[in-house]
T-cell receptor, first 111, second 114 residues
Framework: GQQVMQIPQYQHVQEGEDFTTYCNSSTTLSNIQWYKQRPGGHPVFLIQLVKSGEVKKQKRLTFQFGEAKKNSSLHITATQTTDVGTYFC???????????FGTGTRLQVTL | NAGVTQTPKFQVLKTGQSMTLQCAQD?????MYWYRQDPGMGLRLIYY???????DKGEVPNGYNVSRLNKREFSLRLESAAPSQTSVYFC?????????????FGAGSRLTVL
């Protein structure tokens, strides 16, 4: 079945440093979504990428979808303590009913 | 504007006991889902319901049953709980947001099986 892996599993940065998490799928995806889960909370939708090579930005967050539509990345510029949480990618090879989540990257930010 | 509501938030069971996790959404979404979250494993789909009256197995359905009671409600039942089912369970529903079919999650139910 479809597998989605994320690296790193955990990253600890100083506030102001950049952060990147990478997502790799075993199969070609039709779209990829990113979610953020704050500690003790539930996943919250951030963005969806659909096109090959697509890049989208949300303030300090930059999302990319690979040319082959099998990988994606999330880059945070100048992290803040409010960025703390676990970031999940979730890929679909067809319908949203088959959305497969990655293993997640937990980000810790300290002053 | 509740979104997705799950009950209970916490539950402790003994091995072999049964229980039902309840989920309701007020967003008029057709599709609903149950995920479990374990450390290092991400979110794994247990069952989903694409529309009222239909249910399908996800990645890890063994040991669970579901009921789509109506368009709003989707329950998850553990008939005979096992320690391997200790996890955080999330219910979600999906609807369109800026052209994307987006999952909205409930707050989660933390289940411990002793």
């Amino acid at each position: 079945g479809q597998q989605v892996m994320q690296i790193p599993q955990y990253q600890h940065v100083q506030e102001g440093e950049d952060f990147t998490t990478y997502c790799n799928s075993s199969t070609t995806l039709s779209n990829i979504q990113w979610y953020k889960q704050r500690p003790g909370g539930h996943p919250v939708f951030l963005i969806q990428l659909v096109k090959s090579g697509e890049v989208k930005k949300q303030k300090r967050l930059t999302f990319q979808f690979g040319e082959a539509k099998k990988n994606s990345s999330l880059h945070i510029t100048a992290t803040q303590t409010t960025d703390v949480g676990t970031y999940f990618c979730a890929g679909s090879a067809g319908t949203a009913s088959k959305l497969t989540f990655g293993t997640g990257t937990r980000l810790q930010v300290t002053l | 504007n509740a979104g997705v509501t799950q009950t209970p938030k916490f539950q402790v069971l003994k091995t072999g006991q049964s229980m039902t996790l309840q989920c309701a959404q007020d967003m008029n979404h057709n599709s609903m889902y149950w995920y479990r979250q374990d450390p290092g494993m991400g979110l794994r789909l247990i069952y989903y319901s694409a529309s009222e009256g239909t249910t399908d197995k996800g990645e890890v359905p063994n040991g669970y049953n579901v009921s789509r009671l109506n368009k709003r409600e989707f329950s998850l039942r553990l008939e005979s709980a096992a320690p391997s089912q200790t996890s955080v369970y999330f219910c979600a529903s999906s609807g369109t947001h800026s052209g994307a079919n987006v999952l909205t999650f409930g707050a989660g139910s933390r289940l411990t099986v002793l």
